[in-house]
């Protein structure tokens, strides 16, 4: 599969086969225009042709090429901001509501799985928060009667979780959460998708997106689609220019895939206390690759703001080191990925009604790491709005919302957005073009303009603009994923200054050779 949101390659990505689908060639009607085959999107998409919506799914790269190809497909209802947080912000019912929604959401995934018959190494499992740092046991107990009170009532803290290896020490169990190969997962929808009459394209750029009756999603080839409704779940949205970009932030995050002895570390997922925390699972290694095949121990974390550091390989490195302390039977480090988190200041997702005067354009973002319960739970909740069904968890994901208890966190990502914009008056990485090594970007600055150089393995250099063109922050060069990333609201670039990632929906302007000698 063709990563088309960077350069590296998740064991999901490098062990799927997906459907391919052609771009779009021709105007289109229907009922519902997804924009994004993703896990949101596919989500939503399936669910509107169950219930019998005619529906056309686009997508400006493959199935899952996006950050659900680079998940670590934990399926939880165990949320990384914590229900005291939670509970804080949104109140008990708010809580309640992302308890329940997010269960809901586990079981909807193995409702599907089952009635498809999608082979997608779906699995029951259960979860452990641990303790890390100098956490003491008294913040698993806070956690412990947060989820309680949410309704959560199976949860209970024991001694360890359940490795006889390494003793974590107590922890927090939430009982029968879930893992799966997450591009199988889409693969099976995808299908399924095809056969209840939605239509899907790939290689299909959302060039404009407009309310109205219909809605209409151009597309960068020319091509218009009309709808009565326009989803959009392109991980961050691409039609809103301001306000649900201050209301959350994008972070990167680091994963490596270590081989370790089939049967050796048992299906759990774990996750620790710690600021940014680490999570991991085990992806089993196929029976039909003989029984000397390796399981795949996943790690993530080393998180950090988008665009604002580039020293992945040092991220890497203290993953490896963090998983040789603990686990000592890992070996060959197989995979080394990242993905990228949009983390709402208020804990909680974005789904429903565009903010604004939009009538008929939706929107499903803000993740907080947690993309899969959250795509499922997009699924659900788009699909009752469009039917015009009541939702109790309609007011707790709503995009407009206001809380208020969110302002020293919002005024802290504000001031941060702000700060980068610094880098419209600073010198460039390098003084020439001629100091870009093969293989690698940086930005010059020529004149009174910033300019992202990039020359490629075979030395040929290509030019961009390095104004990011959502709101002009200054993108720097991500050498890891080998993209131009901004630093302001995570949108992201590739190599050629072709999107990848909003919520940009331009590309970035390409500068002729001469301009960098002005």
Request: net charge negative; aromatic share 8%; proline share 5%.
């Amino acid at each position: 599969m063709n990563p088309s949101s960077g350069s590296t390659v998740s064991v999901w990505m490098d062990t799927a086969d997906v459907p391919q689908f052609p771009p779009l060639g021709h105007d289109a009607r229907a009922s519902v225009c997804v924009v994004g085959a993703g896990i949101a999107g596919l989500m939503t998409a399936y669910l509107l042709t169950r219930a019998g919506k005619t529906v056309i799914v686009i997508d400006d790269g493959p199935i899952g090429g996006g950050e659900t190809g680079r998940t670590t497909a934990h399926i939880t209802a165990a949320l990384d901001d914590h229900y005291r947080n939670v509970e804080k912000i949104h109140g008990a019912i708010g809580a309640h509501y992302a308890a329940e929604s997010h269960t809901a959401a586990i079981d909807k995934i193995e409702s599907i799985v089952g009635m498809e018959d999608i082979d997608c190494d779906f699995e029951r499992v259960d979860g452990y928060l641990f303790l890390g740092g100098d956490d003491k046991k008294s913040v698993l107990e806070s956690e412990r009667r947060a989820a309680y009170a949410a309704g959560l009532i199976a949860v209970e803290i024991v001694d360890r979780a359940p490795i006889d290896f390494w003793d974590t020490g107590p922890a927090l169990r939430f009982p029968r959460q879930a893992q799966f190969h997450s591009l199988k997962f889409l693969a099976g929808l995808a299908r399924a998708i095809i056969r209840d009459g939605g239509q899907i394209y790939c290689g299909t750029h959302a060039d404009r997106i407009e309310d109205g009756e219909p809605a209409t999603v151009k597309t960068s080839a020319g091509h218009v689609i009309s709808a009565e409704s326009v989803v959009v779940a392109t991980n961050t949205p691409v039609n809103d220019w301001i306000i649900i970009h201050t209301k959350q932030a994008a972070y990167r995050s680091y994963v490596i895939g270590a081989e370790v002895p089939r049967g050796s570390v048992p299906a759990v997922l774990l996750w620790d206390t710690q600021s940014p925390y680490h999570y991991l699972r085990i992806h089993r290694a196929d029976h039909s690759a003989g029984p000397d095949a390796s399981d795949i121990l996943i790690v993530g974390g080393e998180d950090h703001k988008t665009g604002q550091k580039d020293d992945a390989s040092a991220r890497f490195r203290s993953l490896e080191e963090w998983v040789s302390k603990r686990f000592p039977m890992a070996s060959r480090v197989a995979y080394r990925w990242s993905g990228q988190i949009m983390e709402p200041v208020d804990y909680m997702g974005f789904i429903g009604k565009n903010p604004g005067t939009d009538q008929n354009i939706y929107v499903a973002t803000g993740d907080s790491g947690n993309g899969i319960t959250h795509g499922a739970i997009a699924g659900m909740l788009l699909t009752d709005l469009i039917a015009k069904r009541k939702n109790p968890w309609a007011k707790l994901y709503d995009p407009s919302r206001i809380t208020l208890r969110t302002s020293p966190r919002f005024a802290k990502e504000t001031a941060n957005v702000m700060i980068q914009y610094k880098d419209w008056f600073t010198a460039g990485d390098v003084a020439s073009v001629e100091a870009v090594e093969p293989g690698s970007g940086a930005v010059l600055r020529a004149g009174g303009r910033k300019v992202a150089v990039y020359r490629d393995d075979a030395g040929d250099v290509h030019m961009c603009s390095a104004v990011c063109t959502h709101l002009y922050g200054i993108v720097d060069w991500n050498s890891g994923e080998k993209t131009w990333d901004c630093p302001c609201h995570g949108s992201r670039f590739d190599p050629y200054g072709n999107v990848i990632n909003g919520p940009a929906i331009a590309r970035l302007e390409p500068v002729a050779r001469e301009a960098a000698k002005d």
